[in-house]
Structures are given as C-alpha cells and as structure tokens.
C-alpha cells in the first residue's frame, strides 16, 4: 500500500505499538467486570476469560494480516475502504469513530465516580464539567504538539498501570500461599448458555480496543512486522492480567458477585490500609491512561477520512510545525468532551459495545476479499487465513444476536448518519469529476 499521510512522522516502535494496545485494552473496566462475570460463571470465572481468549485471538489473527499490508492511518475504516469501496467504508468510520468516542466517555464517567472516593466534591455539575475539561484539554493540548509527546504519555501510563496491577496480583497470590485463612470458595453458579453469552459479551468489552490502536498505523515504523508481534503479545499479557485478576477477587470476597468495586474489596483483604488507597488510584491512572491512548490514536479516524475525501477536508489538514492531525485531534477533544459531560457510563458503554462487534466482523470479511484484489502485496501471511476469517464471522454473528432492541437503535442511527455522509461525499466526488 502507498503512503498517502505523507505530512505524519513514524515515530511509533514495535514496543510502543504493545505499549499503545495495552492502554488501550486495560480501562477502568478490569476494576468492575470481575463482580459482574463472577455473578454469571462464579468459579468458572477464570476459565471464561480463556474462552473470551480464543475469539478474540481469532479476529486479532485476522486483524494482523489486513492491518499489516496498510502503511497509512485509518484503521478499520481504511480496510474497509480497500476491500469494500467507499459505502461501507464510511459506515465502517462511523462506528469506529462513534465506538471510541463512546468508550472514552464512560470511561471519562467513572474516572470522575473513582475521583469521588478522594474528592466527594467533583460529583457537582460545574465542577465535573470543569474537571473534565481539564482532563480531556491536557490530553488534546500534548498530543496537538506531536505524536512523540502522546506516545511516550501512553507509554508512560500502561508500564504505571501495569505495575500497579502487578502489585495488586503478586501481593493477591503471596497473601493466599502465606495467609490461607483469607482464602474464600467461590460459589458453584449454575451458569446457563445465556449466563455464558452475557460473559463473554462482558469480557469482550474488556479487550476492547486492541482494533483502534492500529487507527494510528500512519505513524508506525514496520507496520507488516511490528502489528502481529504487537497484537499478540499485548493480548496474551492483557489476558494472564484478567485471569490473575479475577481468580483474586472470586477467592478472596465473599460473594464477589455482588461487589461494587471487586479490586478495591479483594484489596481490602490482604492489604493495608495504605495498600488499598494505592490500588484505589490505580483505577485513576487506568482510566486517564486509557484517555491518553484514545487520545493519540482515535483523530487519525476523521484525519483519514478527510484525508480521502470522506470528510470535509479540513478533518485531514496536518499541522505545519507540529505534524499532527490538529484539527482532527481538537475536534475529537471537542465532541468527547460533550458526550462525557452529557452522558453517563451506561449508554456510552452501550453504544461502544454494540459498534465494536460490527467492526470486528468487516475485518474478517475484509481478509479473504483483500487476499483476492491485493494477491501480490507486502503483508504478514496468516496460516488457514479463510478459516480465521469465517470463524471470526461466526463469533461475531452469535454474539450480536444478544444485543438488545435499545442496542439495535443506536446501530440504526449511527448507519443513518453514515448513510448521508455517504451521499455528501459521493456528490462532493461528482462535483470534483464533472467536466467544467
């Protein structure tokens, strides 16, 4: 594939790639799904975690082929574009760029619940809207003044919150080996098929986001070879985090199904007072990390899509100086900041949910059709590469059919949306061709 960003710097290394994916990964929702996932399987919980696993590692297999033969930034969406022309394309930005904004905002939600614990003031309306103007401006402000800054600040967050996690397992695990008595047995939950559908569907939202951590591919130094590596190794440490994690809280808690904050109640446990508060504010340094990664990647959405004439293009306009997708990035800060001040972490998270299951499904489909247009292009060859791809359709497929009317809605209104940009960009296409 040609290189279209042309104005935009790779300074993104194989390790930050991992780096990217990680913070992307790991939000704040590893500090509240294991009650939830604990509630349906109980001690099978653990176990869930590989399943969710092994589909998520089918479409990351499929994900690694299509995103390493792309040199330019865009994502899914630029997949989409390439396999399927410029209709889906755009429905496929859309839902991408809906998705992130969606999850950063619930994120942003109960960055401010968790900032409660310490400040009971920032609940106040003015002061929440202030708290998150501060909070989304320094992230926009950094990464306005060039990928390096953003980069290294997602660096600088997934090895804290890493570390923090890590801190939280190893004490978890020596307390068990060297205080049995702490030890709890988890109930057996008689888990029923839909009781491991709603799991699944949990845990999926918790790996979301390894998919738009490679929006920013424009900036990556190799990406046929660094996207694999990076994709793989970010999911499989992400999933021995959430196995270790939610094997702590299911021991460790009476009844952890019923935990409102299952880390900060496992914490309480086997950690001292001054422990717990350390745990605590790592689910701060979680959250505003996970802002920091969506931050870098998610503007190079609309940064492509002006790029290609999907968007008005000032969406693709690359800063003189800085060499960064300003308008787009400004713009993003701009629409998050009203879903996060106007929402609430219930219907941000939904809308994110729904979207995703969509994008990951074009990826899949977008394989086969890339290997036949492209034969002959620069890519990392996955193995039974058809395969991966159908049973990435087929888990996808049954997990959308669990989603709700409400769910069903906001996918109707968001395809709407895209539907007339899709006409928009058509006429603007037609108006650049006809002879004058």
């Given amino acids: 594939m040609t290189n279209s960003s042309q104005g935009l710097v790779r300074t993104i290394g194989r390790w930050s790639l991992v780096a990217l994916i990680i913070n992307t990964m790991i939000g704040a929702s590893i500090f509240g799904l294991p009650a939830l996932i604990a509630a349906r399987l109980g001690r099978r919980s653990p176990l869930g975690f590989l399943a969710a696993f092994a589909g998520i590692a089918v479409i990351a297999a499929c994900m690694a082929e299509v995103a390493s033969q792309f040199r330019e930034a865009g994502g899914p969406y630029l997949y989409a574009r390439a396999a399927f022309g410029r209709f889906l394309a755009i429905q496929n ?18 960055f401010i619940t968790y900032l409660s614990e310490f400040f009971p003031g920032v609940k106040a309306p003015l002061v929440r809207a202030a708290v998150l103007t501060i909070l989304i401006g320094f992230l926009a402000a950094v990464n306005y003044r060039g990928v390096a800054g953003g980069n290294w600040l997602s660096n600088f967050f997934t090895v ?6 890590g801190f939280f397992i190893m004490a978890g695990f020596a307390a068990l080996l060297l205080h049995p008595g702490i030890r709890v047995t988890p109930p057996a939950v008689p888990a029923t098929a839909a009781d491991w559908f709603e799991a699944l569907l949990l845990m999926i939202y918790s790996y979301g986001g390894f998919e738009a951590a490679l929006i ?11 996207i694999p590596f990076a ?19 299911i021991h460790t808690i009476p009844n952890a199904g019923a935990s409102g904050a299952p880390v900060v109640d496992s914490a309480r446990r086997f950690l001292s007072p001054l422990g717990v508060q350390i745990v605590a504010a790592g689910t701060l340094v ?19 899509m002006g790029e290609r004439g999907d968007f008005p293009a000032f969406f693709g306009r690359i800063h003189p100086r800085f060499r960064t997708p300003h308008l787009s990035i400004m ?6 900041l009203l879903f996060s001040i106007a929402g609430n972490f219930k219907w941000n998270a939904m809308l994110s949910s729904v979207a995703r299951l969509f994008v990951y499904g074009s990826v899949a489909a977008a394989l086969p059709v890339l290997r036949k247009k492209q034969p002959q292009a620069e890519r990392f060859r ?48 037609d108006a650049i061709e006809a002879p004058s």
């Fill in 331 to 336: 713009i993003f800060a701009a629409v998050l």
């Fill in 93 to 110: 930005g859309w839902l991408t760029w809906l998705s992130r904004i969606a999850a950063v905002s619930a994120v942003a939600n109960l």
């Fill in 216 to 226: 920013a591919s424009g900036e990556t130094r190799d990406a046929r070879k660094d």
């Fill in 160 to 165: 804290t919150k890493v570390t923090l996690l």
């Fill in 231 to 249: 994709l793989f190794t970010a999911i499989a440490a992400t999933t021995l985090l959430y196995i270790a994690v939610q094997y702590l809280v």
């Fill in 286 to 304: 979680s959250a505003y990390g996970y802002l920091s990664a969506n931050m870098l990647h998610t503007p190079r959405i609309t940064f492509a």
């Fill in 382 to 429: 996955l193995p039974l590469g058809n395969l991966f791809a159908a049973l990435a359709l087929l888990f996808t497929g049954v997990l959308v059919t669990r989603m709700h009317w409400g769910e069903f809605v906001v996918i109707s209104i968001t395809a709407a949306l895209a539907f007339v940009n899709w006409l928009w960009a058509r006429k603007q296409a």
